[in-house]
């Protein structure tokens, strides 16, 4: 069985826990930095897999987000949700706060993205949160992603 985790959005990433392995990669995106949209043949290819179970992050706007930010976000989500549907594979929508309080150790009224990173770190040592090789910084979309693809196991287990 393979456990997926996805943070929707486009600075998101989708995850796998397989075995006593595991993965993460950005989420995949076509066109410019400025008009960016979801490459949804790549998201695809990364689901492949005989048996699996996917958990994506609930969608919400953020109190900075302007209008289209926020219509984008909800469109991301639409489309993976839509993928999952028409492919047949099971999945679970989880709000941020549900995934977090199991997932995180630390406070989670405090800095949640570093307590992502450290817990992601801590719990999968030889997976890497850098969204490329010349980044020199973890990536909190990397960590949630991959702390939801463990969250998606546990609820299975």
Same mark, same amino acid.
């Given at each position: 069985?393979?456990?997926?985790? +996805?943070?929707?959005?486009?600075?998101?990433?989708?995850?796998? +826990?397989?075995?006593?392995?595991?993965?993460?990669?950005?989420?995949?995106?076509?066109?410019? %930095?400025?008009?960016?949209?979801?490459?949804?043949?790549?998201?695809?290819?990364?689901?492949?897999?005989?048996?699996?179970? #996917?958990?994506?992050?609930?969608? /919400?706007?953020?109190? %900075?987000?302007?209008?289209?930010?926020?219509?984008?976000?909800?469109? /991301?989500?639409?489309?993976?949700?839509?993928?999952? #549907?028409?492919?047949? +594979?099971?999945?679970?929508?989880?709000?941020?706060?549900?995934?977090?309080?199991?997932?995180?150790?630390?406070?989670?009224?405090?800095?949640?993205?570093?307590?992502?990173?450290?817990?992601? %770190?801590?719990?999968?040592?030889? #997976? /890497?949160?850098?969204?490329?090789?010349?980044?020199?910084?973890?990536?909190?979309?990397?960590?949630?992603?991959?702390?939801?693809?463990?969250?998606?196991?546990?609820?299975?287990?």
């Amino acid at each position: 069985m393979t456990y997926v985790g +996805i943070d929707v959005g486009l600075g998101g990433a989708i995850a796998g +826990i397989y075995g006593d392995g595991a993965w993460v990669v950005p989420m995949p995106t076509l066109g410019t %930095k400025q008009r960016k949209t979801l490459d949804l043949g790549e998201i695809a290819s990364s689901l492949v897999y005989e048996q699996r179970f #996917v958990c994506l992050e609930e969608v /919400s706007p953020g109190p %900075k987000m302007g209008k289209a930010q926020c219509m984008r976000l909800g469109q /991301s989500q639409a489309y993976i949700v839509g993928m999952l #549907v028409a492919t047949g +594979i099971p999945y679970q929508i989880v709000k941020p706060r549900i995934w977090q309080k199991e997932m995180l150790t630390a406070n989670i009224r405090g800095d949640t993205k570093r307590a992502a990173i450290a817990a992601a %770190k801590a719990l999968f040592p030889g #997976v /890497s949160l850098k969204r490329t090789e010349r980044c020199t910084k973890d990536d909190d979309g990397m960590a949630d992603a991959l702390l939801l693809a463990e969250f998606a196991r546990r609820l299975r287990a």
